[in-house]
């Protein structure tokens, strides 16, 4: 019993960190650096582990949102929906296109730069301060909200969206920070711009695990999948009573809390650093 829970209880514990911190502004991949390194787990060849649990994290969206996902695509045939901008058929697809490609040609072009330099604590505790700050000022700045509904989301703000994204390749920034903060000074409603930081997110992490487990899968040993397996059921299954407690906190409080989160995060993180 003690060596099934010293094999398969870490992959267990970073899928809840995962499932929990995906959507929300304070960054998964910065808490799965963070808690991989306390809890010195080195299985599943690393840092691909901490990839490809976001996998099952993301596919929770695919399960709350099926209709959103389904007219994507059924669209596409409708006469209605083609003529439309709004958010279904090509119009939508294509506005998910533009929000993916700045990440999806940076990612291409520094992956591996980004992943042996930043992938490690004191990059990602710079990086939690910083959005953190981010995130306050943006909820003292009130940004003017002109778009309440995806389908009023225009194809300009979907690319600007997207390269508010890419900063988030700086593990620690946070991907749905990144878009949730470009989306509200784009004019996006606070809960509309956390719903397209959701769907965003399913082209964008699909492609980065199927990359990353294409540039790493030889180097995956024999018990790898059963912690891969593990980790994404667990971050599938608490992504998905996150994701909704996220968007009822959204209607109800600000940003700030997580930013306040971030900073006293940060700080612990260098001053147990200096420590050890």
Known sequence: ???????????????????????????????????????????????TFDIFIQLGAILAV????????????????????RENSGFAGRAGLLKLALACLPAFVLGFLFHSAIKQLLFVPLPVALALFVGGIVLIWIERRHPVVKIKTLEEI????????????????????SRSGSTIVGGMLLGLERTVAAEF???????????????????SYSSLGAGAFDELLIGFIVSFVVALIAIRTFIGFLKRFSLALFGWYRIALALLVVILLALG
Do not use: N
């Open 1 to 47: 019993m003690s060596e099934l829970l010293s094999s398969y209880g870490k992959p267990a514990l970073l899928g809840i960190v995962e499932g929990l911190t995906e959507f929300l502004p304070v960054s998964s991949t910065g808490h799965l650096i963070l808690f991989g390194e306390a809890l010195t787990y080195e299985g599943a060849a690393g840092d």
């Open 62 to 81: 695919v399960f709350l949102y099926p209709e959103r996902f389904l007219h994507l695509f059924t669209g596409v045939f409708s006469r209605e929906e």
């Open 154 to 173: 225009t194809y300009r703000q979907s690319f600007l969206i997207g390269c508010f994204q890419t900063l988030a390749l700086w593990p620690g920034l």
């Open 197 to 215: 930081s959701f769907l965003v997110a399913v082209p964008v992490m699909v492609a980065a695990t199927s990359y990353d487990l294409y540039k």
